[in-house]
C-alpha cells in the first residue's frame, strides 16, 4: 500500500485561529491550532488522528478540506498543490475530499424529504437529468442500508443511526475519494456505533475510499485502522502503524493516553462493538 505515491501529503502544515483587534482595542492573540503537521494519506488506507480535547484534531481536518486556511505548509492532492488558495477555489480543488462531522444529519433540511435533499447535492454538482438523479439516489440509499422508499421520509422520522447513513449517503454521491470522518459515531448508542463503524469498513471497500479518522475511541482506532497518529497541542507526536503505536508507543503523551485508556489485551471482556468490529475486519 504504501510503496504508491499518496493521495493526500500534507507537509508542514500551521494554522493560527481567531487572531484580532477586540474590543477597546485589547488584542486577542491567535491560537496556533496546528503546529507544523506532516502527514501522508494513502489510497485506500485508514489514518486514525487521535488526541485529547482541543489537541487540534478537527482544525486540521477542516484545513486540509479548505474550510480553514492554513498560516504556513502545503498540502498536495494527488500530487498537485492545493493550498494557499481563497476559500471558495480551495474547496473546489478538494472536491474530492469531504467532511462527516460528529452531527452528521443535523444539516439535513427539516422540510425537505430525504430523496430531494440527496437528489438536490447532485443537481447542485451538475447532473440535470431528474430521472438519472432519482436511480442514483435510490441505489445509493441502498448502498447504506436504507430502504429506497426512505427517500419520501423526512429527517424526523429516521433514527439516529439512520440518519448517519443518510449522511453518509449524501456525501458519497459526491463521489469523494477521501473521507474526513470527525468522531462519526459520536452520540450514537454501542450497538448502533458498531453496525456504523461496520457500515463504513464495506463503504470503503465498495467506493474504493480512504479515511481520515478522527477518534477519541482508542478501542476502536486499534481495530479499525491501518496507522495511527497522536496529536497533541498542536503536534503530531507520535505516528505509526497501529499494531506498532499500541504495542510500544514512544512518545510519552502516547504512553499516558493509553494508560489513561481501557485496553482490549487486558482482562475485559470484548464488548458487543468489538466484536463486530473485529468480524468485519476479518471479512475485509
Ligand atoms: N474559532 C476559533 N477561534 C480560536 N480558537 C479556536 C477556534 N476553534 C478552535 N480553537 C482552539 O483551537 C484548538 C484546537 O481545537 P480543535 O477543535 O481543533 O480541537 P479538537 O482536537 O478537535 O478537540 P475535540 O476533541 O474536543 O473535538 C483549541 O485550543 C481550541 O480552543
Ligand atoms: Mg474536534
Known amino acids: 500500500m504504501t510503496s504508491t505515491a499518496p493521495i493526500l501529503e500534507v507537509r508542514n502544515l500551521s494554522v493560527l485561529l481567531g487572531g484580532r483587534r477586540g474590543f477597546l482595542r485589547k488584542t486577542v492573540l491567535p491560537v496556533q491550532a496546528v503546529k507544523e503537521v506532516s502527514l501522508d494519506l494513502h489510497e485506500g488506507e485508514i489514518l486514525a488522528l487521535v488526541g485529547e480535547s482541543g489537541s487540534g484534531k478537527t482544525t486540521l481536518g477542516r484545513t486540509i478540506l479548505?474550510?480553514?486556511r492554513e498560516s504556513a505548509g502545503e498540502i498536495r492532492l494527488d500530487g498537485v498543490r492545493v493550498d494557499g488558495q481563497a476559500p471558495e477555489a480551495a474547496?473546489?480543488?478538494?472536491?474530492?475530499?469531504?467532511?462527516?462531522?460528529?452531527?452528521?444529519?443535523?444539516?439535513?433540511?427539516?422540510?425537505?424529504?430525504?430523496?430531494?435533499?440527496?437528489?438536490?447535492?447532485?443537481?447542485i454538482h451538475g447532473l440535470k437529468d431528474k430521472a438519472e438523479r432519482m436511480r442514483r439516489v435510490v441505489?445509493?440509499?441502498?448502498?447504506?442500508?436504507?430502504?429506497?422508499?426512505?427517500a419520501r421520509r423526512y429527517p424526523h422520522e429516521f433514527s439516529g443511526g439512520q440518519l448517519r447513513r443518510v449522511a453518509l449517503a449524501r456525501i458519497l454521491l459526491l463521489q469523494p475519494r477521501v473521507l474526513i470522518l470527525d468522531e462519526p459515531t459520536s452520540g450514537l448508542d454501542m450497538s448502533v456505533r458498531a453496525t456504523v463503524l461496520n457500515l463504513l469498513l464495506e463503504l470503503r471497500k465498495q467506493f474504493s475510499l480512504t479515511y481520515l479518522f478522527i477518534s477519541h475511541d482508542l478501542?476502536?482506532?486499534?481495530?479499525?485502522?491501518?496507522?495511527?497518529?497522536?496529536?497533541?497541542l498542536g503536534r503530531i507526536v507520535e505516528m505509526g502503524t497501529s499494531k506498532t503505536v499500541f504495542a510500544a508507543p514512544t512518545h510519552?503523551?502516547?504512553?499516558?493516553?493509553?494508560?489513561?485508556?481501557?485496553?482490549?489485551?487486558?482482562?475485559r471482556v470484548a464488548s458487543v462493538e468489538q466484536t463486530a468490529l473485529l468480524r468485519a475486519r476479518q471479512r475485509a
Open 252 to 267: 510519552s503523551y502516547t504512553r499516558t493516553l493509553l494508560a489513561a485508556a481501557p485496553r482490549l489485551d487486558g482482562p
Open 91 to 123: 474547496r473546489r480543488a478538494r472536491r474530492a475530499i469531504q467532511y462527516v462531522h460528529q452531527d452528521a444529519g443535523a444539516a439535513l433540511d427539516p422540510w425537505w424529504s430525504i430523496g430531494r435533499t440527496l437528489a438536490e447535492g447532485l443537481l
Open 139 to 150: 441505489e445509493m440509499l441502498s448502498a447504506v442500508g436504507l430502504d429506497p422508499v426512505s
Open 219 to 232: 478501542s476502536v482506532v486499534e481495530r479499525l485502522s491501518d496507522r495511527v497518529a497522536i496529536m497533541h
Open 66 to 68: 479548505g474550510l480553514q
